[in-house]
C-alpha cells in the first residue's frame, strides 16, 4: 500500500520545517541524514523542495521530522501568516 502525501496547501509544512530545523540549530543535510538513519527515505534535495513547498511529505517523512527535531505535529502544522 502506498503511502499518502500531505499537499502543502495554506498550512506552509515546509516553511514550518525549516522555522524550526534553524531554531534547533540543524543544516538540511543533518537533518536528511538522521532521517535516513531512522530508515525514513529523504535525500537533501528532496528536503529542499519540502520546505520550498514543491514538494508533498508522507505522514512517516512528518513524524520523523517531529521526533528529530523534538517538537509537534501542532508546530509542523500550524498556518503561517
Given at each position: 500500500?502506498?503511502?499518502?502525501?500531505?499537499?502543502?496547501?495554506?498550512?506552509?509544512?515546509?516553511?514550518?520545517?525549516?522555522?524550526?530545523?534553524?531554531?534547533?540549530?540543524?543544516?538540511?543535510?543533518?537533518?536528511?541524514?538522521?532521517?535516513?538513519?531512522?530508515?525514513?527515505?529523504?535525500?537533501?534535495?528532496?528536503?529542499?523542495?519540502?520546505e520550498r513547498g514543491t514538494q508533498?511529505?508522507?505522514?512517516?517523512?512528518?513524524?520523523?521530522?517531529?521526533?528529530?527535531l523534538s517538537t509537534s505535529y501542532?508546530?509542523?502544522?500550524?498556518?503561517?501568516?
Open positions: 500500500m502506498e503511502e499518502q502525501k500531505i499537499k502543502q496547501d495554506e498550512i506552509r509544512i515546509g516553511e514550518n520545517i525549516r522555522r524550526v530545523r534553524r531554531e534547533r540549530g540543524m543544516g538540511q543535510t543533518e537533518l536528511a541524514r538522521r532521517m535516513q538513519l531512522e530508515g525514513v527515505d529523504m535525500t537533501r534535495e528532496a528536503l529542499v523542495k519540502i508533498h511529505i508522507s505522514a512517516s517523512q512528518l513524524r520523523a521530522i517531529r521526533d528529530i501542532e508546530e509542523l502544522l500550524k498556518k503561517t501568516p
